[in-house]
């Protein structure tokens, strides 16, 4: 992801390594979700994570040019369509640098929940993404119950069964 250039080497070099230790440390199963602002790509307007709790959260970061990524974002929807009226909420946040990519991919494989946009990949520096996708079950008290590296559709039911298991618990 693009970092700030304009620091010294040593400093920018420290604070890569605390940011990447606190940024693994937030995203381990158990520990609370990083919080972020980001602007949606549908709407004029920004979300905020903290403005989700009491909700269980699909969060996912993707790209335009992520394969997975068409083949799973109809199911995602499918499955936000079927639990939104549960106090479950999908969040999709792009990590490309062309917004409108993101706008075009979108065009192609409409969707019914919050996409936003990351285009300087500062929250997927804190979410630590290695892989795409990659997303996150947060529950109702924003705590990473699960982590999700790649996708099959294989995978569907068990993210099914994780998300309608939180939801339970409210």
Same mark, same amino acid.
């Given at each position: 992801?693009k970092?700030?250039?304009?620091k010294?080497?040593?400093?920018?070099?420290?604070?890569?390594?605390?940011?990447?230790? !606190?940024?693994?440390e937030?995203?381990?199963?158990?520990?609370?979700?990083?919080?972020?602002?980001?602007?949606? !790509?549908?709407?004029?307007h920004?979300?905020?994570?903290?403005d989700k709790?009491?909700?269980?959260?699909?969060l996912?970061?993707?790209?335009?040019w992520?394969?997975p990524?068409?083949?799973?974002?109809?199911?995602l929807?499918?499955?936000?369509?079927? !639990?939104?009226?549960?106090?479950?909420?999908?969040?999709?946040?792009?990590?490309?640098d062309?917004?409108a990519?993101?706008?075009?991919?979108?065009?192609?494989?409409p969707?019914?929940?919050?996409?936003?946009?990351?285009?300087?990949?500062?929250?997927?520096?804190q979410?630590?993404?290695?892989?795409?996708?990659t997303?996150f079950?947060?529950?109702?008290q924003?705590?990473?119950?699960?982590?999700?590296?790649g996708?099959?559709?294989?995978?569907?039911?068990?993210?099914e069964?994780?998300?309608?298991?939180? !939801?339970?618990?409210?």
């Open positions: 992801m970092k700030n250039n304009n010294s080497p040593s400093l920018a070099m420290s604070m890569l390594i605390n940011s990447a230790y !606190l940024s693994a937030a995203t381990e199963l158990g520990n609370p979700a990083p919080q972020f602002i980001l602007p949606t !790509l549908q709407q004029d920004s979300v905020a994570l903290k709790l009491g909700k269980v959260i699909y996912d970061f993707w790209a335009s992520c394969a990524c068409r083949s799973y974002f109809p199911l929807n499918v499955l936000h369509e079927k !639990l939104k009226a549960q106090a479950f909420e999908v969040i999709a946040i792009s990590l490309d062309n917004k990519k993101a706008e075009k991919f979108l065009t192609d494989i969707v019914s929940f919050s996409v936003l946009h990351d285009s300087d990949g500062e929250w997927s520096d979410y630590v993404i290695e892989s795409m996708p997303a079950i947060i529950d109702q924003g705590i990473v119950q699960h982590i999700q590296q996708f099959s559709v294989l995978d569907m039911n068990a993210i069964t994780k998300i309608t298991e939180l !939801l339970a618990k409210n």
